[in-house]
């Protein structure tokens, strides 16, 4: 028996694999004209890293992390998330010591261990961008503004922006005490995994799934009751030049985000049935808390491939049809095989999508195997064709035939 793929992994092939590219393309071409670059980095991390830049209170480190000890008995992870290894490769690398701020975009596979469902795989694959260096809320707006261009012009309608502010560490210590009282109230009630949060972060327990839980939560204080001067401002702008742009918003209180690293703005692109698309925020304290020494505002979001295919498929959203093969070149007899793989080298260098026979077919099953994979036109070259250097190409919709002098073939494609 075959071995088969793990659970919650897929195999990318055939139209997912076009959607994906496409999708990559244009979060390229969108990135390139907000002058943000592109980094890659390891797919595993040292574990320190995520506990403690995601937070060991959340659900992504202490259920759903794929760690292990390697060879030399260090405690690695799989990364889960995009964010905490490009401000470590900011860090390491001293890309602060440039110009600020400093833009960084990735599509990178991501792991966690959950439950697989429609768009939720253990492997997954993330586009995510980083805005380091600016305290100012242009930087979510630059954000926002390009996740609602990539959603557009990826043909998704139904995503509305929802925002929300969970406030800094000064507001957010009051906050706790307050969410805190009003969870003791509740603690009977509340699932075994929220009684043990409420202790060491209150704020996860608003972001729990469990049905008991979700309905305790509703009553609960909200962080944007508590915010500080300084916060309540930067909320303030925020929603003042997302209006000022035309930028349709909701303030959605039940916004926590499910890591650690958030502070003041977070945001999330919502359908009407409540699935969230995508997500991102701000994380001015990641930074220091990776390194101590350093102390730089970010703001960031990560959105999943798979989400988006598995909503594109849901809203029925057309993509531009894959381009088609413009010309197959058969072959007839040994002889001209040199001179017709030349003709398809030539064309290819032209950028010209050509197939021809690697199978030794006849004649007539390879004009079948050419309209079976789509082939535009079709020429067949043979000793006549070489002797005469002439060949006559085929539009395989019409019937119609061109002759065309061997020499010529590419120009003709071109035009």
Known sequence: MITQRPRGTQDWYGDAMYKRTLIEKKARELCKAYNIKEIITPV?????????????????????????????????????????????????????AGSQPTKLFYVTPAFRYEKPQSGRLRQHHQFGVEFVGSKSPLAE???????????????????????NSIGCKSCRKTYNEALLAYLKEHEDKLCP???????????????????ECKEIVKNAPRTIDYLDDECREHFEELRSLLNSLNIPFEVDTGIVRGLDYYTKTVFEFVNEEGFTLCGGGRYDGLVHEIDEKQDIPSVGFGIGLERIIYFMERENTELPKEEPIALYVGILGKEARPEAYQLVTKLRA??????????DRSVKAQMKYANKIGAKNTVILGADELSKGKASIKNMETHEEIEVDLDKITEYFIK
Do not use: S
């Not at 995994?193 to 049905?211: G, S, Y």
């Open 44 to 96: 595993f991390e040292d574990i320190a890293l995520f506990q403690r830049g995601v937070g060991e209170t959340t659900d992504v480190v202490q259920k759903e992390m794929y760690d292990f000890y390697d060879k030399g008995d260090r405690h690695i992870a799989l990364k889960p998330e995009g964010t905490a290894g490009a401000i470590r490769a900011y860090l390491e690398n001293n890309l602060y």
């Open 141 to 163: 707006v630059e954000l926002i503004t390009l996740l609602m261009t990539f959603i557009r012009e990826l043909g998704l309608k139904d995503a509305r922006l929802h925002i």
């Open 193 to 211: 995994t929220c009684r043990e949060r409420m202790q060491k972060n209150p704020l996860r327990v608003i972001d729990c799934k469990v049905p």
């Open 350 to 359: 032209a950028g010209i999508i050509v197939e021809t026979d690697y199978m």
